[in-house]
């Protein structure tokens, strides 16, 4: 099975930083990564599908990066409501896995 | 509008059973794979199996094989998850999730809110 592993678990960021979530995967997965935040209490929402395609409706201030086996998401500037959990998933073959999550809180 | 609603998540004792079932609704069901995922309380995102649009087609994640079985009817835009031998470690919420369309490389668009299955004696 890929493995997938997030980096870092959880991060502070004040409103109006830049930030990047790593994600690498165990083999490569080619481009078939993606990206979710998941606010308490909400199912997961996509942000980012086949590694840097953005999913419609999400702000452009998300964006992501990589192939292979190394990934980043970045938002260019946080916002007051990207303060969520944050998770790649890998949709190469199965079974489907996730990262462990990425905490972005307030500092 | 794209929706899936969950349903049949209920407490149930260690070694028992449970269906749950996924409407669909919004979209053309028959064209896509469909996905379950869990989220045990406090923990990370899961993925526990996908059929294929024609059912054809399933795959699960290790701890469920032979426990758990997904099915799908086309005719009433409906997505189900027969779960056996019930474990505590079972216990989470379970979201019904649109895979990709065909060949197509986007899945996981659409989430339900899930139904709660609670595994406890």
């Known amino acids: 099975d890929i493995q997938l592993t997030q980096s870092p678990s959880s991060l502070s960021a004040s409103v109006g930083d830049r930030v990047t979530i790593t994600c690498r995967a165990s083999?490569?997965?080619?481009?078939?990564l993606n990206w979710y935040h998941q606010k308490q209490g909400n199912a997961p929402k996509l942000l980012i599908y086949a590694a840097s395609s953005l999913q419609s409706g999400v702000p452009s201030r998300f964006s992501g990066s990589g192939s292979g086996t190394y990934f980043t998401l970045t938002i260019s500037t946080v916002q007051p409501e990207d303060f969520a959990t944050y998770y790649c998933?890998?949709?190469?073959?199965?079974?489907?896995?996730f990262g462990q999550g990425t905490k972005l809180e307030i500092k | 509008e794209v929706q899936l609603v969950e349903s049949g998540g209920v407490v149930v004792q260690p070694g028992g059973s449970l269906r749950l079932s996924c409407t669909a609704s919004g979209f053309t069901f028959d064209e896509y794979t469909m996905h379950w995922v869990r989220q045990a309380p406090g923990k990370g995102l899961q993925w526990v199996s996908l059929i294929n649009w024609d059912g054809g087609t399933t795959h699960y994640e290790d701890s469920v094989k032979g426990r758990f079985t997904v099915s799908r009817d086309n005719s009433k835009n409906s997505l189900y998850l027969q779960m056996e031998s019930l474990r505590p470690e079972d216990t989470a919420l379970y979201y019904c999730v649109r895979g990709a369309r065909g060949d197509g490389t986007k899945e996981f668009d659409y989430w339900g809110q899930g139904t709660l299955v609670t595994v406890s004696s």
């Open positions: 998933q890998h949709s190469y073959s199965s079974p489907r896995t």
């Open positions: 083999q490569s997965i080619r481009r078939y």
